[in-house]
């Protein structure tokens, strides 16, 4: 699970056995401490609102997370933070949203810039 030179600091997933066990396989590989991986139920089945708001309640200790869901709230999620239009993000997408703020609760709509999208079989490693 190599991370191209990205950096988390938390790991939040759906409890859901397939994100969980994904979440699991790239904290290994990102030798994230077990305390660096949480999930959290709010984001199975989630709405964008649901999930700007499991978003916006992270503690500001924390300056890159990686999100781990379900479909088709991350795509939508995606589309509202960020000027882009994605159709769907295919299963183990990986998206990487900056934002000019350094307080997860000023992330709302179009917001974000979309700086990395990959997938497996993408055709871009």
């Excluded at 066990?21 to 790239?26: D, E, L, R, V």
């Excluded at 949480?38 to 089945?45: G, L, P, Q, V």
């Excluded at 989630?46 to 200790?61: G, I, M, Q, R, Y």
């Excluded at 589309?79 to 769907?88: A, G, M, R, V, W």
Aim: charged share 20%; aromatic share 14%.
């Amino acid at each position: 699970a190599g991370n191209r030179g990205f950096k988390f600091d938390l790991i939040v997933s759906s409890p859901a056995k397939r994100a969980k066990t994904t979440a699991k396989y790239f904290a290994l590989g990102w030798k994230l401490e077990a305390d660096q991986l949480n999930t959290n139920a709010w984001i199975y089945e989630a709405s964008v609102k649901t999930l700007l708001k499991v978003v916006n309640e992270l503690d500001d200790k924390f300056t890159s997370i990686a999100l781990f869901g379900h479909n088709p709230g991350l795509t939508d999620l995606v589309n509202y933070l960020t000027d882009e239009y994605i159709t769907n993000m295919p299963t183990c997408s990986a998206v990487i949203i900056e934002f000019p703020f350094d307080e997860w609760k000023l992330i709302s709509g179009n917001t974000g810039n979309l700086v990395f999208f990959d997938y497996p079989k993408s055709g871009l490693d």
